[in-house]
């Protein structure tokens, strides 16, 4: 760990590389890329909570079922998450009842619960060491302003019938005590080692598994059987019944216009090891400034995560800013002895801000999407894949109506919409307009940014033993220009979220082909 200073040339703790907690804390098996054709039931693309839960639930029902995984499993936003599971989605409530009746709002609340039961007693069937431990979380305002919010979530829960809590005090001492909503109940735990379990039954079943396979975005259905085949980018193919996309940003778009119906967020968490003791809880704050904070473990020694500092990916200050944002909060709230890791999210939000679950249009009836968990994949992720098993197993769902990708409310979704897809234009013509005069030759080692090569804009990188990396910066998906994150050294696309290695391979989709790799000209003579 580098505590000398930060990326910005700040003194700081942080560690000099991101790595989550989760992910430095498991060991998980390695599979094989998709070589050849492999006939199953279901294939599902996408090796996170969705993914993996969807495995483990089919191949228990003796469904034949075949994983298919773009990099590493769990190497995405579930290997990044705060990992809360908790059917208290920030403000969510009194945002529903705008476009929602009670009853809709309700199936929203027990959805999460039902999943949330679903996780804790799927952990004590199995006997899952996970570190499951049930915890209040806290819905609070530190500022008056936000006050008001906090005070209409409430009447949301008075009025939908909800069972929470209000209290003036929270345990932690520190937070504004303006009032918070308490929900009882919820729970925190280790994902990874939860999900390998998961995975390992679901191997013992007959799961085949292949990671470092891309599925394209062609997706071919038999006119006479309707069994469906998907193509690999190296040339692979997979025959099925049922294709479920786990994958984030859905594989295939099937004409739903997905690209402009989702946007992208990034957030940031610390492990932090404090001088002060946690009294336990979850806690998150409304607003624009979010603070998210729960206990968890390392090495058999107590951890704080705090996260927070949402933005939109590609948007912004400099990424690195805010994780010292957050290491400035953790030492005012907490006293910081160490911070252990670093590490950041990206996430979906919806239109309406619900999770899209179901086919992906009403003429796909076997080809089923699971995107736009909104920070909230522990519940939402899981919900998917209780839906996903009951439509193969039945060909109907309790909640597909409520979360039905085809679903369109005016009101919000047309505001919504409109915003950001003003948004993205905005970014596509700012990109082009920017015109760097840096050449590759000024970065340092460690450092990377907007360069040009040969008269043009590049992104460039020069690892700390000088390696030099140089990229086209125009995203692979529509043409956007990518921003350097020096936070986590890849390229982020302000328009709908992909994210590109220093080296240019894809990190987040929606793209997925790499950038271009340039070369430096060659001098004469």
């Known amino acids: 760990m580098d505590t000398s200073s930060s990326p910005s040339g700040k003194p700081s703790r942080l560690p000099q590389l991101p790595e989550s907690l989760w992910r430095a804390t498991t060991e998980l098996p390695s599979f094989p890329s998709l070589r050849g054709t492999v006939r199953a039931d279901v294939a599902i693309v996408g090796g996170g909570i969705a993914g993996i839960t969807s495995a483990y639930l089919l191949t228990k029902q003796g469904f034949k079922v075949v994983l298919l995984e773009a990099g590493l499993l769990l190497d995405g936003t579930t290997g990044h998450t705060t990992a809360k599971i908790t059917a208290q989605h920030g403000a969510i409530y009194g945002k529903l009842l705008k476009h929602l009746d009670r009853e809709q709002a309700k199936q929203y609340f027990d959805a999460n619960d039902e999943a949330l039961k679903w996780i804790v007693r799927t952990v004590a069937e199995l006997g899952i060491e996970c570190g499951l ?10 500022n008056e302003a936000d006050l008001e919010t906090l005070r209409q979530e409430w009447k949301a829960y008075e009025q939908i019938g909800l069972p929470g809590e209000w209290v003036d005090k929270l345990p932690l001492e520190g937070l504004a005590e303006l009032g918070a909503i308490k929900l009882p109940g919820q729970a925190r735990f280790h994902p990874l080692q939860y999900l390998q379990a998961l995975l390992q039954e679901a191997l013992k079943q007959g799961l085949v598994v292949h990671e470092y396979t891309t599925v394209t975005d062609k997706v071919e259905e038999g006119k006479q059987d309707g069994r469906l085949k998907l193509r690999t980018a190296a040339g692979g193919t997979v025959d099925c019944s049922w294709a479920l996309s786990a994958s984030h940003f859905p594989f295939t778009d099937g004409g739903g216009l997905y690209f402009s119906r989702l946007h992208a967020q990034r957030s940031y968490v610390l492990a932090v090891e404090a001088e002060k003791p946690f009294p336990g809880g979850m806690y998150l704050s409304v607003g624009q400034t979010v603070r998210s904070l729960r206990a968890a473990e390392l090495d058999g020694r107590p ?7 949402n933005h939109k990916t590609g948007q912004g200050p400099p990424m690195i800013e805010h994780y010292e944002a957050l290491e400035r909060y953790a030492d005012s709230l907490l006293g910081v002895r160490s911070i252990a890791y670093r590490w950041s999210a990206q996430d979906l939000t919806t239109l309406d801000e619900m ?8 003429k796909h009836p076997n ?3 699971a995107t736009g968990f909104n920070k909230w994949g522990m519940t939402t992720g899981t919900l998917a894949a209780l839906t996903f098993e009951e439509m193969v197993r039945t060909g109907q769902s309790l909640h597909l109506e409520l979360f039905k990708p085809s679903r369109f409310h005016a009101d919000p979704s047309i505001k919504t919409f409109v915003r950001e897809n003003l948004n993205v234009a905005g970014q596509l013509l700012a990109g082009k307009l920017d015109s760097p005069m840096e050449s590759p030759e000024a970065l340092a080692a460690g450092q990377g940014g907007v360069v040009k090569v040969a008269g043009k804009r590049a992104g460039g990188y020069r690892e700390p033993g000088g390696a030099l990396h140089l990229v086209d910066t125009t995203c692979t998906h529509m043409g956007c220009e990518c921003k350097w994150n020096a936070g986590d050294l890849s390229w982020d696309c302000p328009c709908h979220g992909s994210r590109f290695g220093y080296d240019g391979t894809v990190l987040e989709g929606p793209a997925i082909e790499p950038l271009k790799r340039l070369e430096l000209p060659r001098a004469e003579g």
């Open 367 to 369: 080809l089923l999407i």
């Open 355 to 362: 999770p899209y679950i179901g086919p992906i249009r009403d």
């Open 303 to 309: 951890v704080v995560l705090v996260g927070g500092e």
């Open 133 to 142: 431990k049930t915890e209040d979380a806290y819905l609070y305002a530190d």
